[in-house]
């Protein structure tokens, strides 16, 4: 089939039966991730399946109209950017599948912010109001499945993978019969090559530094083995044995590292934890507070004293 002209969205052909699709300009920072559709094939899936493609909703109802009738909808972890449209999917009579223990983020706007700790710092409203401004409307109904299983649908074959140091249910996907793996918002964020991101994200307090390296280093051996091109939520596509996206991510991480350390330095030793997190808060270290207001200014600064904290813990620990 020839692939739909949609403005702003940019469809791109992986394999045979798998597209890449990337929206190209959004309204707001966390409002879009790129995924992947499975088209339907003749004694496999009779309908298209989508896979973690949360795009803006005049640009998921016009995927729809073009690939419709689309039987189900997988999740791959509900950080916004890739949770806030589901509920279009949802609407439309899909089946949205999601990973636990995140799948009830999908159905109630305060279980997210309560579930990734949100309202530990800030208050309801503002968290409403952050929620709301990135599109989010909750989904009706969400079939959960566990971050490992292998999900099938007539006969095609989704392998699921557990990489939760992003986020406690964040999941990859292997397409087995395609040789694609998809690893969802691991960290390899270069839109083209050479392109400078922000790397591996770990702003919530259930992220993990640690497991994300294990995480990358799992799927660098996942892909050198068993695939042959590596798509991702925010990047280009990769070709086997091209290492590019895994040392982008290990020197995204130690480069955080060095900034946390050396800001470290020109502290007192005698400080705690969470007084060093506070002090190395206000040297916009990661991200330009200074310039940031309101409601979004206090998500940063939550965001910012996690990936902090974080490097901090991780300084103590590897020094033992
Ligand atoms: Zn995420």
């Keep these: 089939m020839s692939l739909p002209n949609i403005e702003n969205l940019q469809i791109s052909k992986v394999t045979k039966n798998l597209l ?11 409002t879009r991730c790129d995924g992947v559709i499975k088209l339907p094939e003749k004694g496999v899936n009779r309908h298209a399946i989508i896979i973690d493609l949360n795009i803006e909703p005049q640009y998921a109802n016009a995927i729809y109209n073009s690939f419709k009738p689309i039987s189900d909808y997988i999740c791959s972890h ?9 509920h279009i999917w949802s ?8 990973p636990v223990p995140e799948h009830t983020n999908l159905l109630d706007s305060y279980n997210f912010l309560n579930n990734f700790g ?32 292998t999900l099938r649908f007539d006969n095609f074959e ?3 993978i557990s990489f939760p140091g992003h986020s406690l249910g964040h999941v990859g996907f292997y397409f087995p019969s395609e040789k694609i793996l998809h690893i969802s918002c691991m960290g390899f964020d270069q839109t083209q090559p050479g392109v400078n991101g922000f790397g591996p994200w770990y702003g919530f307090r259930d ?4 497991q994300t390296i294990k995480d990358i280093n799992l799927a660098e051996e996942f892909f050198l083995k068993k695939a042959i091109q590596l798509t991702s939520s925010h990047s280009y596509v990769v070709k086997n044995p091209d290492r590019t996206p895994f040392n982008y991510m290990r020197k995204k991480i130690e480069e955080n590292q060095e900034k946390v350390n050396s800001a470290l330095k020109t502290l007192g ?10 002090a190395l808060l206000k040297l916009d270290i990661f991200f330009p507070k200074r310039k940031i207001k ?19 813990e991780r300084s103590i620990r590897k020094n033992l």
């Design 269 to 278: 030793h005698k400080l705690t934890i969470s007084e060093k997190t506070e």
């Design 158 to 160: 989704l392998q699921t």
């Design 20 to 30: 890449l699709v990337h929206q190209i300009k959004a309204s707001g920072i966390f």
């Design 78 to 86: 509900t950080h916004l950017d890739h949770a806030a449209h589901v």
């Design 91 to 98: 609407e439309k009579g899909v089946s949205i599948y999601a």
């Design 294 to 312: 309101g409601a979004m200014l206090k998500i940063y600064a939550f965001w910012e004293s996690w990936i902090i904290r974080k490097h901090i």
């Design 207 to 210: 992220c993990s530094i640690e």
């Design 118 to 149: 949100f309202l530990e710092y800030i208050d309801l409203e503002t968290g409403m109001s952050f929620v709301n401004s990135m599109g989010y409307k909750s989904c009706n109904e969400v079939i959960s499945f566990k971050p490992g299983d």
